[in-house]
């Protein structure tokens, strides 16, 4: 097919959404890979989950790992408060050049910066590059074996403070086990396993909420 899934989304967006709306947005998104093609995002089923833990954090600084086409990077954006910012990390340009259409489409991009490239590089340059002191929220959606390695890097790096929530998906399909293990294992965590279904299917997934002690 000429034109790409990611592609065919933002159309779908531009169709059926109203600029500057992002709750038409997300239902757009969401009713065309329910009822046209699936896509990974992390779709209304988790998505609420995904509300209700960014109610209750409220972060002024978050992190995403893996835009893909920024269903869930409007999701988060959408609610978070006046002068609080999102970086979202994007290592496939295309998705990312999707991404930052569905996010201007949705009007979020005054809170959101996408960056593009791969996570284990950028991570270490957050400091330098966006004047991070650390995260409050860390939302992991991308490969699923960088959950681990990404994590430790983040502490390494000072990113994370105490109470720092990290919630990441897929845990159950496609699965993160080394992930699961090192969160659950760790004395510096604090987890919690969220139960939910795999988006727009009936298979099991769900997303794992871990504090950070400190
Ligand atoms: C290529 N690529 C760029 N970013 C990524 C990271 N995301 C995933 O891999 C991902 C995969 C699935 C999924 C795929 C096939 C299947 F049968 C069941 C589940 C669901 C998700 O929610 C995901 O986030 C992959
Ligand atoms: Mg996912």
């Not at 790409?4 to 779908?12: C, D, G, N, T, V």
């Not at 998505?47 to 960014?54: A, H, P, Q, T």
């Not at 972060?59 to 910012?85: D, H, M, N, Q, W």
């Not at 490969?143 to 109470?163: N, S, V």
Request: aromatic share 10%; with cysteine.
């Amino acid at each position: 097919t000429r034109t790409s899934r990611p592609q065919r989304i933002l159309k779908a967006v531009q169709k059926n959404a109203t600029k500057g709306d992002p709750e038409s947005v997300i239902s757009a998104i969401d009713h065309y890979c329910r009822h046209k093609e699936w896509a990974m995002n992390v779709g209304d089923d988790k998505g609420l989950i995904l509300d209700s833990v960014l109610t209750e954090v409220n972060p002024s600084t978050a992190l995403e790992l893996g835009t893909y086409c920024g269903y869930s990077t409007v999701r988060i954006a959408r609610l978070l408060s006046p002068g609080s910012k999102l970086i979202t990390v994007e290592f496939n340009p295309a998705f990312a050049a999707v991404a930052r259409q569905i996010i201007a489409y949705a009007g979020l991009q005054d809170k959101i910066t996408l960056v593009e490239g791969p996570s284990g590089d950028l991570i270490p340059k957050m400091k330098e590059r966006f004047g991070i002191k650390s995260f409050d929220f860390v939302f992991l959606d991308h490969w699923k074996d960088r959950y681990e390695p990404d994590t430790k890097l983040l502490e390494d790096c000072g990113l994370l403070k105490k109470g720092t929530v990290l919630l990441a998906d897929n845990v159950i399909c496609p699965g993160t086990p080394e992930y699961l293990k090192y969160v659950r294992n760790s004395p510096r965590y604090e987890s919690r396993y969220y139960k939910s279904n795999l988006e727009y299917s009936k298979v099991e997934d769900g997303l794992e909420k871990s504090v950070f002690l400190g």
